[in-house]
Each structure stands twice: as structure tokens, then as C-alpha cells.
């Protein structure tokens, strides 16, 4: 059978296969544990987080403390009241550097304990509230800064020679994340009016309709997931990025759908394992190393399944169009 190489795939008169999900989550273990090196920007980040200064968000969420109070008492009133002065008193703004749609991946961001080995944990209070929303977008700045860096340091480590300049990758990956925000922002106006209406239907009707709705909003999500992966392993730009990332999974579905499944059970299994000991604890570091391991080494593993599932997209559409009826008869 004539065998013809072409983009890493190798075509014959069968459709090639897509990459294997295992491979990749191999390959993104076996990098990380030979450049333990790039551990250290999420390691580092925790340890802020552990043992650092809380940035006190308080003022923040006094509004929302005082519309609590006026809830009718009953014993669910009580409990969220409760819960909400727990969370204004231990919630660190510091947090917010792990932004999002990317940046550093943390286990911290969800404490919120006031002590730590060390002691009681020094407390910082902005009271004002113009002050802490100024924070917050300073913070948002310097997450995506130290997230556009973290891709690049576990991008390196895989691509070596081949990895894109700092500077433009940084450049491009903060114009994304700008475009996200500014989406999202755009967004919320709209999706808070459809879950108005959507709260005022019969609950049989509502459920259908979000069930309907998971599917799409599962595929959206899985693209802005990948958005910024083409700038580290294509040296696309933002926007060339975003395009090809839409188009990845438009045709790699359901196989980027089950790695991603594969990579968020793996993540989120593992967080409750690595939560286990108390703030006080200094077992808490073991937690933070094994978290800052296992989240980096799934990140190695999406930028190797993003770079084979782009293969074998091109690889399987010139399939297509050299078996196409029309080619055929050419």
C-alpha cells in the first residue's frame, strides 16, 4: 500500500486515526518531572498565598452582608449569613492573581484561613472601595503577566528550539486576554436579562432549556479554553490563535472533549486530595508541590494534544479532499 509523509501523519487510502489521549498525558508528565524548573511560578504563587500578607475584601462585600441581614430570620437565612461573613472575613484579594481564563494555577486561592504555621497572617485592609477595585484590576494585569510567563516557561520545555519570542508571545497572549475580558463585560448585560426570564419559567421548561444549552456553552468553552495555546505552539497571533483554536474543536470533537473531561477529572479529583491538611499545617506544602505538579503536567499534556490534534486535522482533511468524489474523477 503506497504510504506518503505529510504534516508528522502518515496517509494511505484509510483515514488517518486522532492522536491518543493517554500519549499526550504521558508525554506531559515525563516533561514536567525532566524540568521540575518550571514548577516554580505555581509553586511560589501558593506559598504567597499560604504564608503571605491577606489582602482584605471586606468592603467589598459589606453591600451584600447588609442586604443578608435583611433577609426574614430562618435557619437558611442564618447559614448563608454566616457563610458570607466567613468568606468577607478570610476571602484575599490577592486571589485575584490567579486570573482567569489563564494564568498560574493555584490551590490557595481557596483559603481562607487567617492562620498559618508560621502564625496568625499579617492583614491588609484597603477600606475603600474605589481603592480595592483599583486593586483588583492592578492584580488582574499582573495575573495575566505571570500566566502569559507560565505558558511560556512549560511551552519552552516542550517546544525548545522551536518556542516563540517572549516578548511577542506575552504580547499577544495579554491582547487575548484583554479580548476575553472585554467579552465577557460585554456579556453580562445580556446573560443576566436570559436568566431573568429564564427564572420566571416553569422549572420543567427551565431545566430543559439549560440542558439544551450545555452543549454549546460546553464547545464555547472548550475554545476560549485553547484560545491562547496557538500563540505558544503556532506563534500565531491573538487573534489567528483564537480563530484556530474554534476550528480545532469544531473538527476535533468528541476527542479534545474527552481529554479536556479526562484532564478536569484527573485536576479537580486530585485538588481534594491535596486539600486535606489544615493551613496550620505545614503538610499543606506536600499538597501545594503535588498540586503544582499535577496541574503543570496537564497543562504540558494540553499543549501536546492541542499540536497533534492540529496535525491530524490537516492531515485528515487533505485525506478528504484527495478522496473526495471530485478528486476522483479528476
Known sequence: MPVVESNGYMESKNLPPPPGVIGALVNGFETVANHLGVLLLPVLFDVFLWLGPQLKARVLITPLLDLAAQIPDSAQA??????????????????????????????????????TPL????????????????????????????????????????????????????????LLCGFWMVFWVLLNVPLLIFLGVLGMLNPVLRIIILVLLSLPFAW???????SAHGIYVG?????????????????????IGWFSLMAIVLSQGL????????????????????????????????????????????????????????SARA
Not at 483599583?134 to 507560565?150: A, D, M, P, R
Not at 500565531?236 to 468528541?254: E, K, Q, T
Not at 496537564?298 to 501536546?304: D, E, H, Q, V
Open 119 to 174: 502564625g496568625e497572617r499579617l492583614q491588609l485592609d484597603p477600606g475603600n472601595l474605589w481603592i480595592s477595585l483599583l486593586l483588583i484590576v492592578l492584580l488582574t494585569g499582573v495575573g495575566w503577566l505571570g500566566g502569559g510567563l507560565y505558558y511560556y516557561v512549560v511551552a519552552g520545555a516542550i517546544f525548545k528550539q522551536n518556542a516563540p519570542s517572549i516578548w511577542r508571545s506575552l504580547f499577544h497572549f495579554l
Open 78 to 115: 442564618q447559614a448563608f449569613s454566616e457563610s458570607l461573613a466567613e468568606f468577607a472575613n478570610g476571602f484575599n484579594l490577592f486571589s485575584v492573581l490567579r486570573s482567569y481564563p489563564f494564568g498560574v494555577y493555584s490551590l490557595m486561592t481557596a483559603n481562607l484561613s487567617l492562620h
Open 271 to 326: 485538588d481534594m486530595l491535596w486539600r486535606i491538611p489544615p493551613a496550620e499545617s505545614w503538610m499543606t506544602l506536600v499538597g501545594i508541590l503535588g498540586h503544582a505538579f499535577v496541574s503543570t503536567s496537564l497543562l504540558a499534556a494540553s499543549f501536546y494534544y492541542y499540536r497533534d490534534v492540529n496535525l491530524w486535522i490537516e492531515s485528515a482533511l487533505q485525506w478528504l479532499k484527495m478522496n473526495s468524489p471530485s
Open 220 to 226: 464555547f468553552l472548550l475554545g476560549m479554553f485553547y
Open 235 to 255: 506563534r500565531h497571533n491573538a487573534f489567528r490563535s483564537l480563530w484556530n483554536s474554534f476550528r480545532m474543536v469544531r473538527y476535533g470533537l468528541p476527542n
